[in-house]
């Protein structure tokens, strides 16, 4: 075999991979001995057929297409292996071989990018939580007695606050539904406020989710996709001019009106709540209030590391990952659309009539860049640092996610497939890397770590942003 690249860039390159015609005969004899097991041809046992019955049964173009897998997929490998060469895509241009002649194939690859990561020790975290106040205390301290409350039905119209039970009407009607004004919206709440037990009316619910679409606008944080979220990066929210989406509507009749009693926040409160008084209340609110903001302080200083470590890297995009990653966020926004009711043509129609499918399309592209440029940075960190998941590890986490789901973690594991676990253990080294780093420069994480997506599927959860070198090129 003889390999040279004849065309190189920052994440690409040409390569012509050149096989003597010896071992363009020896496949071609490899494959016939294989079809000849596999063919069935009236009055041959199998594997008995003559040669030129057996070509005649498969065609000599379907031989041709078979050996040329063959050797590409054998003498592909070996070639980047040759060259140096870190393909993250391939693809083949190659005329079909001929017995006893040699065979030459031209493969165009992307190339795992080159570059260098800012020195890490370097970076500063610049993050810092604030501390628990009183008026976080006595939020908590609301929602406790909020959550505690007990329902005293109330003879007068409905006020702020209340909990209304409205029957439905009409067709299928008859169902009674508690209506919560305190956690209800404000369109709602204005159309309930001075009603009675008895009366009926009828209930403007809003646009019809169903028959919105997202909106093109600027595309959400891209970074999204750590947590699973990469949807969210090819759509964003713009009012326009679009005709307005129909409402919704349902008449109801007040049925009952209560009002919210709510307990004290006293030592009598704090024994119901398994404490001896309320100050040992508050000093548990303020313990629990403490670790949440540690978290989220740490999650907030993982991110700053990361945008950090993007903002002082450079990094060559190969074109079919960038092209692969809007393929995942179209994919996740036809799901959205799907849930909406909608499909991905009449989304399209509509960016289209608005004059935003050009936008639409620039910010998808922008949102996949970053988020493959964030992958490569975060894939080569791992790398540089060494950090590796062991098998203990990866089944406490796996065990985890599972029960999370409330399934068994072994069948969950064989459910999810190899690949998938390979990728599970990939997200957590990513993640224990950067909660070592942060934790050296911050003193250590105060609270559990952030978690990684317990369902990675392909880009959307996160993965190494590179394929096997030794995968077949496709043709």
């Known amino acids: 075999m003889e390999a040279r690249i004849t065309e190189r860039h920052d994440v690409a390159a040409t390569l012509e991979v050149t096989v003597p015609a010896e071992v363009v005969d020896a496949t071609f004899e490899r494959v016939l001995g294989a079809l000849a097991r596999q063919v069935r041809v009236p009055g041959f046992r199998p594997g008995k057929a003559p040669r030129g019955v057996l070509i005649q049964k498969v065609g000599a173009e379907a031989l041709a297409e078979e050996v040329r897998e063959a050797i590409v997929d054998e003498h592909y490998p070996k070639a980047v292996r040759e060259l140096g060469l870190t393909p993250v895509h391939a693809h083949t241009h190659a005329e079909p071989p001929v017995a006893g002649a040699a065979f030459t194939f031209v493969v165009h690859a992307d190339l795992y990018p080159e570059f260098t990561l800012p020195d890490v020790d370097a970076i500063a975290i610049d993050t810092t939580g604030e501390p628990i106040g009183e ?24 006020e702020p606050g209340d909990v209304v039970f409205a029957e439905s009407q009409g067709e299928g009607g008859g169902q009674l539904m508690p209506i919560d004004l305190e956690r209800t919206e404000e369109h709602l709440v ?41 949807a969210a990066a090819a759509t964003g929210e713009r009012e326009g ?39 040992e209340v508050v000093a548990e609110i303020r313990r629990g209030l403490g670790v949440e903001r540690e978290r989220e302080t740490f999650r907030a200083q993982r991110d700053e590391l990361v945008e950090k470590l993007m903002g002082g ?18 994919e996740d926004l036809a799901g959205d659309l799907k849930r909406r009711g909608l499909t991905m043509e009449k989304y399209v129609e509509r960016l289209e009539q608005r004059g935003e499918r050009e936008n ?55 459910d999810q497939g190899s690949d998938w676990v390979e990728n599970f253990r990939y997200l957590l080294a990513r993640d224990k890397t950067l909660d070592q780093i942060v934790g050296e420069k911050v003193g250590g994480p105060a609270g559990a770590a952030p978690e990684p997506a317990a369902s990675p599927a392909g880009e959307a959860g996160g993965e190494p942003a590179s394929e096997p070198v030794g995968e077949a090129a496709d043709g």
């Open 135 to 158: 008026a976080d205390v006595e939020a908590t301290v609301e929602r406790l007695r909020e959550d505690h409350a007990t329902l005293v039905p109330v003879e007068r119209p409905i």
């Open 190 to 230: 204005a159309q309930l406020l001075g009603k009675a037990v008895g009366d009926e009316l009828v209930l403007d619910l809003g646009e019809d989710p169903a028959a919105q679409a997202p909106e093109s606008g600027a595309a959400a944080d891209a970074d999204a996709q750590a947590s699973g979220d990469e």
């Open 241 to 279: 001019d679009a005709a307005p989406a129909p409402r919704r509507s349902l008449t109801v009749k007040i049925a009952d009106v209560k009002a919210k009693e709510r307990p004290e926040a006293d030592d009598a409160f704090a024994a119901t709540l398994g404490f001896g008084n309320w100050a």
């Open 313 to 330: 890297t450079e990094v060559p995009l190969p074109g079919s990952l960038v092209r692969r990653r809007q393929g995942h966020l179209l």
């Open 360 to 414: 639409f399309e620039n910010e998808l592209r922008e949102a996949a860049e970053r988020s493959v440029k964030r992958d490569l940075v975060l894939e080569r960190l791992v790398e540089v640092r060494g950090t590796a998941v062991d098998d203990a590890e990866l089944d406490a986490a796996i065990r985890h996610a599972a029960l999370r789901e409330r399934k068994d973690p072994e069948r969950f594991k064989r």
